[in-house]
């Protein structure tokens, strides 16, 4: 069974930067695309960026892209989402999520069959 751990979140100022890390536990990381995804209070889960799995084809949400940058490293099995120029309106809880299907690449979150706990991310203005 295959868990995500994410890491990184915290409390931080408009316009600062963050990263937040995922690792994944299992021995076919590399075959599956990762994304990350946030929820707001009183707001449905949205998708934020995608990877996929070699890394070579990434997706950002219009609302980060520009700002955001997803990344992974196949060998230590892990994802990254840098974010910088943060603003108030991205807190929320992060999420790292793997796609259900080896080699498939999609936004939407219901590709998406195993998740982390999440970590949030508070930003002040």
């Known amino acids: 069974q295959v868990q995500l751990v994410e890491s990184g979140g915290g409390l931080v100022q408009a316009g600062a930067s963050l990263t937040l890390t995922c690792v994944a536990s299992g021995r076919t990381f590399s075959t599956y695309s990762m994304a990350w995804f946030r929820q707001a209070p009183g707001k449905e889960r949205e998708f934020v960026a995608l990877i996929g799995y070699r890394g070579l084809t990434r997706n950002y949400a219009d609302s980060v892209r520009g700002r955001f940058t997803i990344s992974r490293d196949n060998a230590k099995n892990t994802v990254s989402l840098q974010m910088n120029s943060l603003k108030p309106e991205d807190t929320a809880i992060y999420y790292c999520?793997?796609?259900?299907?080896?080699?498939?690449?999609?936004?939407?979150?219901?590709?998406?069959?195993?998740w982390g706990q999440g970590t949030q991310v508070t930003v002040s203005s």
């Open positions: 999520a793997r796609n259900s299907r080896q080699f498939f690449i999609g936004a939407s979150s219901s590709l998406y069959d195993c």
